[in-house]
């Protein structure tokens, strides 16, 4: 009798992190450091291409695959199927982060600090997920809040 095993794409988990039209190379080196450390699957950027930074003391960008896009479309069109696109963003829309379930596959994106997300990428973002802060923080403050409590022990969708 032929056993066939329990297919896993289930339970198997991945996401990648990244920043839209970033403004400084400094937060990219920590987002980095702080996405190495916290388990992502890769890191990219959208619209600013990253430069080797000294802030990213473990290097993370030869540690993990990172993938550049021009623009917002060319990432849109270019996401792992099946992963779930949340944007990290102060909107009404968004959902507090401590009560957020996050996905079991998908891709953080955070806009710069002076304009946030564009109209187009919250418009196509299957979460929108927010900080209780009055302000908008750091980018790369943000994401390794955010890749931090998806390593919380809580429910996944």
Known sequence: MYFCPMND??????FGI?????????????????AQNLGASY???????YAKQACDTHNAVKSLPYFHYENFEDFYNNLPKGARLVGVELDERATDLETFEHPRRCVYLLGAEDNGLSKAAMAKCHH??????EKSLN???AG??????????KPRS
């Open 9 to 14: 794409n289930f339970v198997t988990e991945y």
């Open 18 to 34: 990244g920043i839209q039209n970033g403004k400084t190379p400094e937060n990219l080196g920590v987002l980095w450091r702080t």
């Open 43 to 49: 890191i990219f950027t959208i619209g600013n291409r």
């Open 128 to 133: 929108l997920v927010k900080f209780k802060s």
């Open 139 to 141: 980018v790369s403050v």
């Open 144 to 153: 390794s809040i955010v890749l931090y409590d998806r390593g919380l022990a």
